[in-house]
Every structure is written in C-alpha cells, then in structure tokens.
C-alpha cells in the first residue's frame, strides 16, 4: 500500500463520511470507483478525500445529489464558466428562503394557537380547535404572504 492511498475507515474517519455512504457514492458515481489491493480492500487518494469533503459540504448545505453531481462535473473541468455553478447555488438559495418563510409562519400560528389557549379543558382548548379545523389555521396564508414579499 502506497503512503497516499488510505483504506475505507481511514477515509471515512478523515471525511466524516459513513463507509456505507462512501460505498453509496461510489455506487452512483459520485466518487469513482476506488483501487483495490489484492485482498479486495478499497484504497483511497488525497483526491478522493478531497472530493469527499467536497460532497458532505454540499449535502450538509442541503444540495440536492443531482446539483452535486452538476457540480463535481464542473468542479473536474475548472476552465468552464462558473455561470452553472451560479446557478445551482441561487437555486439552493431560493428553497432556503422559502423553508424560511414557511417556518416563520408555522412559528407565527404556532404562537397564536399558544396564546389562544385558555388553559382550560380540551373542549375549550384553541390548539386542538385549529388542529381539528385546518381552515382556521392562518399557516399556508403566512406563508404565501411572506414568499410573495
């Protein structure tokens, strides 16, 4: 074994990636297929650890496999324009303010069911009320709201 190469654990342990998703990469292509000793033991290179990192970044940052995919490609010919990488990220960042905005209003109309509760008995009770009446909840109105700003 070469100095470089490292087996699957090390890199795994070094990436913070799972050896199961490392495998799984591998399997869809993400990460190219590794080197084998003669035991059939995967070795790893720098450059698969690097790319590696790369991929549990992005998944971490919420990108989709496909976006990633999209992007390892670019990644590998760096003389391209950087106009899809551009894109891929306004992309990314557009669902972000829409999760955003959807977890202000569900905070908003959760505050609102807290505060409409009297503490009393359940047939009084204003969260199970909105709970039960979907149309009383003032959530997807929030949302639409916030998203159209």
């Not at 035991?39 to 992005?58: E, P």
């Not at 390892?72 to 551009?86: E, N, Y």
């Not at 209003?105 to 009770?125: F, I, N, P, Y």
């Amino acid at each position: 074994m070469q100095q470089h190469e490292m087996p699957i654990g090390k890199v795994s342990e070094a990436s913070g990636v799972k050896v199961t998703t490392i495998r799984y990469y591998e399997q869809i292509g993400l990460l190219p297929t590794a080197a084998r000793t003669h035991g059939n033991r995967r070795l790893y290179d720098q450059n698969d650890l690097n790319r590696l990192t790369f991929i549990r970044h992005s998944r971490e940052l919420g990108f989709e496999i496909d976006a990633i995919r999209t992007l390892l490609v670019l990644q590998d010919d760096p003389h391209q324009p950087c106009a899809d990488a551009d894109a891929i990220a306004k992309a990314r960042l557009i669902d972000v303010e829409q999760r955003i905005a959807s977890l202000v209003a569900l905070k908003a109309e959760l505050q609102r069911m807290v505060v409409g509760c009297s503490h009393g008995q359940v047939e009084d009770c204003r969260v199970i009320e909105i709970l039960a009446d979907h149309g009383k909840c003032r959530h997807h109105d929030q949302v639409a709201e916030i998203t159209a700003d």
